[in-house]
């Protein structure tokens, strides 16, 4: 007992240690394949780093919701890594607190507190981009919705520890046709979700053009600090969901000895490390989308998991 | 023992899984925009439809499955695309934007409600059949038709169109492969060069609507003009 809630804790540190890290690679292969040297992949530490010791302005004009959002934004990701499994291949203490659904709540609440510290502001690109991400939310929605319950509807359960055992056993369930669409589906949500190229441009500065990256744009210090960090163990965590549960549920840690856990952070990393290079690739090979072109590529998300859910409600 | 019973679960699985991709390439030719890519979707559809007659190969043993895989990929995916980007001059395939009827959210709702419509056209046909195999492919084959009828329906372009006729020929393939795998191959054979030559002759006409309009844009000839 006491051992799983010391696991648990591990997780949490785990991605708090290494999300930061994840986005430098990210950042730094994608500059590479743009051949030019691109930043350290420890430029986010740093960046965190020094805005931690900088000092924090706040308008005066700004409610309560604007000084607590960073602090929401960077505590749901934990949450739902209570939830999920990220070292272990068994249920630890927390996991069934909450399913899927519930992770996925836990994230959109965070989301919820940004678009609203956004618009708390009024500075003139914070409501524009909070409109923007709700709109991809919205898009976004039914996909996650329908996408659960394909899910749901194959593995018996909601619960993610139960999902990622039976994809392999046997290991023919694999190839299951809603699996590998349910695995697209949920690869065009997290690219929508994370706000990576096809639907919105990370590493763009350009306030009009901005979907994601202009709800933070207020903050400074600590808060900027926090918001970031939040996000960057927010894409993490997604990997960990998409990864473990749905497309790689090798690798994690099976015995209960520390040693293990302890192995399976760096198999974990690789993991994630592979996705990287793919989710390189694809920013790589599309330009961005036109607004409201997110609608068709949000649309073929739904479809493909529509298409999942058909084929496994009348395949029988 | 156990082993051809593994071997035969994993068949499945794999089938079903071409079967899975193959609607989603259907899905792709009504979403995508681009000429190219299309005919690009087209290509992997005409793969998968080939990798899908090799599984029922591997299924019955029969050597002739194998033969209309060959034939396929060499005809669909290689041949096809040749002789449509050879008759069609290149400023066809660099347009980004195809116009049509509907726009493309419209249309993939529609697409899914075909679908779900196929899977219950079939749904009295599989109660009679008990195959596994005819059980996943006759569906996605039906959906394929009518997601091939769609595209010509709804594009207003006249590459897209061929397209769409050709992915309809897919999707009949699909269903048939698995229906009656005993067909004779000389009728695969003669099936498939009828296809190449439906190809050309449009590619071939579409090739002089281009010369004498300017564009094939065909959803815009709506009467017949004499100079």
């Given at each position: 007992m006491t051992n799983r809630i010391f696991f648990n804790v591990i997780q949490v540190l785990v991605v708090m240690a290494f999300a930061p890290l994840v986005k430098g690679i990210l950042n730094r292969l994608k500059e590479n394949i743009q051949s030019k040297r691109g930043p350290s992949i420890f430029q986010p530490y740093r960046d965190i780093w020094k805005l931690f010791h900088k000092d924090e302005v706040v308008s005066e004009q700004s409610s309560w919701i604007f000084r607590a959002t960073p602090y929401v934004v960077f505590v749901t990701p934990i949450f739902v890594t209570l939830l999920i499994p990220v070292l272990t291949g068994y249920p630890l203490f927390?996991?069934?607190?909450?399913d899927m659904l519930g992770g996925g709540f836990i994230l959109a609440l965070g989301g919820f507190f940004a678009t609203l510290a956004a618009i708390d502001t009024a500075n003139p690109y914070g409501p524009m981009g909070a409109s923007r991400t709700r709109m991809v939310g919205f898009l976004a929605e039914p996909v996650f919705m329908i996408v659960f319950f394909t899910v749901s509807f194959v593995a018996g359960s909601t619960i993610p520890y139960i999902v990622q055992k039976h994809w392999v056993t046997p290991l023919a369930n694999f190839f299951e046709p809603s699996h590998v669409l349910v695995m697209l589906a949920f690869l065009m949500l997290i690219i929508a979700e994370a706000g990576?190229?096809?639907?919105?441009?990370?590493?763009?500065?350009?306030e009009l053009a901005?979907?994601?990256?202009?709800?933070?744009?207020e903050y400074s210090g600590r808060g900027a600090a926090l918001v970031k960090w939040g996000g960057a163990m927010k894409f993490f965590v997604l990997l960990c969901i998409f990864l473990n549960v749905l497309v790689t549920p090798w690798g994690l840690a099976q015995g209960e000895a520390l040693a293990e856990i302890l192995l399976a952070v760096p198999l974990v990393l690789l993991k994630i490390f592979f996705f990287v290079l793919v989710l390189v690739v694809i920013e790589s090979s599309f330009a961005k989308l036109r607004l409201f072109r997110i609608t068709e590529f949000l649309g073929a998300a739904f479809v493909t998991s529509v298409a999942a859910m058909i084929i496994r409600l009348l395949e029988t | 023992m156990s082993d051809p019973n593994i071997i035969f679960s994993v068949l499945i699985k794999l089938n079903a899984l071409t079967g899975g991709l193959f609607l989603l390439t259907a899905f792709g030719t009504v979403a995508m925009r681009q000429v190219l890519a299309s005919l690009n979707i087209f290509i992997l559809q005409s793969i998968l439809l080939a990798a899908s007659a090799f599984l029922l190969g591997c299924q019955h043993r029969s050597l002739h499955l194998f033969a209309v895989a060959g034939i396929t990929l060499v005809t669909k995916s290689v041949l096809i695309p040749f002789l449509l980007r050879r008759t069609l001059n290149q400023e066809v395939y660099a347009r980004r934007e195809i116009s049509q009827v509907l726009n493309i959210p419209t249309s993939l709702l529609i697409v899914v409600a075909l679908t779900i419509f196929a899977y219950f056209l079939s749904s009295p046909l599989l109660s009679v059949a008990d195959e596994p195999f005819v059980k996943s492919n006759l569906p996605i084959g039906i959906a394929g038709i009518l997601l091939g009828a769609y595209v010509v329906m709804v594009r207003r372009e006249a590459v897209p169109q061929v397209i769409g006729i050709l992915s309809m020929e897919n999707g009949a393939f699909f269903a048939g492969v698995s229906i009656a795998s005993g067909l004779p191959l000389i009728a695969e054979l003669a099936a498939a060069f009828d296809v190449l030559i439906i190809a050309f002759v449009m590619g071939l006409l579409t090739r002089r609507i281009h010369e004498r309009v300017g564009t094939t844009d065909v959803g815009r000839m709506t009467s017949l003009k004499e100079e």
């Open positions: 927390f996991a069934f607190m909450g990576r190229i096809p639907v919105d441009n990370p590493a763009g500065h350009f901005m979907i994601d990256e202009s709800k933070g744009l | -």
